[in-house]
């Protein structure tokens, strides 16, 4: 192999970690949750994202994932999980009214075809009287 091809690949390879690298840093994910005694809420955004994704909650030892999902044009993607029939209908994923333990939920973010772990956050839950 001659220098030119050397430095080309080495250019390219640096470039490609380079760009992997900005976009990793760039996510951000943020969960909002609320629990009663008769509900349980959670709302997962993820952002700075191309392609698809999931999420898993664990709340009480009891883990419920989404199905995966594909970031809009901004580079958005939400995931929404209910036990309010109403939310239900539109779109949110089924969850038991009593779901949320402690008022604490564990969340993952993972890319859906290769199922690495892209972050993770811990919110306390509001309790809604």
């Keep these: 192999m001659n220098a030119t091809k050397i430095i080309r690949l080495t250019i390219t390879a640096l ?23 008769t509900r349980s809420s959670i709302s997962v955004v993820g952002a700075g994202l191309k392609g698809k994704y999931w999420v898993i909650l664990i709340s009480g030892g009891v883990g419920k994932a ?3 999902k594909a970031a809009n044009a901004s580079g958005v ?4 999980f209910d036990s309010n029939p109403v939310a239900i209908g539109a779109g949110a994923r089924s969850i038991p ?3 949320i333990k402690n008022n604490y939920v564990i969340v993952r973010l993972r890319e859906a075809v290769t199922n690495r772990l892209l972050g993770a956050v811990g919110p306390t839950c509001a309790v809604v009287k």
Excluded: R, W
């Design 15 to 37: 470039v490609l970690n380079l760009s992997i690298l900005s976009y990793a840093s760039a996510l951000t994910l943020s969960c909002k949750c609320q629990v009663s005694a």
């Design 66 to 68: 989404s199905l995966p």
């Design 77 to 80: 993607v939400k995931f929404d």
């Design 97 to 99: 009214a009593a779901y």
